[in-house]
């Protein structure tokens, strides 16, 4: 099946993550970070994938600064939310309950993170604007 043309692919998603981490930053040092030799197809690449994620208003580009600075236009929450979301509406009809199974089912949760999930679904009953 194709791809929709607002995925992030695993490579757009490398340079992504280099931005959440960094802020903002140039393409140099976006590919010294994924690509330590640093060869000028390497330069090539990172670039066309700037140019996509750019396409996508996943990112941001200061063209005032030379070089151009890249910094994130969606915070990584929200890609997981709209990955979750797509995949409950392919595969469960937009239930996220069986995402959610699954996850728990899958991976064991800690405590900590069991107590974060109380927390949010006791707000969720205290707000149910919220839901």
Same mark, same amino acid.
């Given at each position: 099946?194709? +791809?929709?043309?607002?995925?992030?692919?695993?490579?757009?998603?490398?340079?992504?993550? %280099?931005?959440w #981490? @960094?802020?903002?930053?140039?393409?140099?040092?976006?590919?010294? =970070?994924?690509?330590?030799?640093?060869?000028?197809?390497?330069?090539?690449? %990172?670039? @066309?994938?700037?140019?996509?994620? #750019? /396409?996508? /208003? &996943?990112?941001?580009? /200061?063209?005032?600064?030379?070089?151009?600075?890249?910094?994130?236009?969606?915070? $990584?929450?929200?890609? =997981?939310?709209? +990955?979750?979301?797509?995949?409950?509406?392919?595969? &469960?009809?937009?239930?996220?309950?069986p995402l959610?199974?699954?996850?728990?089912?899958?991976?064991?949760?800690?405590?900590?993170? $069991?107590?974060?999930?109380?927390?949010?679904?006791?707000?969720?009953? @205290? /707000?149910?604007?919220?839901?």
């Open positions: 099946m194709p +791809r929709k043309a607002s995925d992030v692919t695993d490579a757009e998603l490398a340079v992504l993550q %280099v931005l #981490e @960094k802020g903002t930053t140039t393409v140099r040092d976006i590919v010294a =970070i994924l690509y330590p030799a640093g060869t000028p197809s390497d330069l090539a690449t %990172v670039q @066309k994938l700037l140019k996509r994620l #750019e /396409n996508k /208003n &996943c990112i941001s580009r /200061n063209r005032s600064t030379w070089p151009h600075e890249f910094q994130p236009a969606i915070q $990584r929450d929200d890609l =997981i939310s709209r +990955r979750l979301q797509t995949t409950a509406n392919e595969l &469960c009809e937009g239930s996220i309950l959610l199974t699954q996850l728990v089912q899958l991976k064991s949760v800690s405590a900590e993170d $069991r107590a974060a999930l109380r927390e949010i679904l006791d707000d969720l009953d @205290k /707000n149910p604007q919220k839901s």
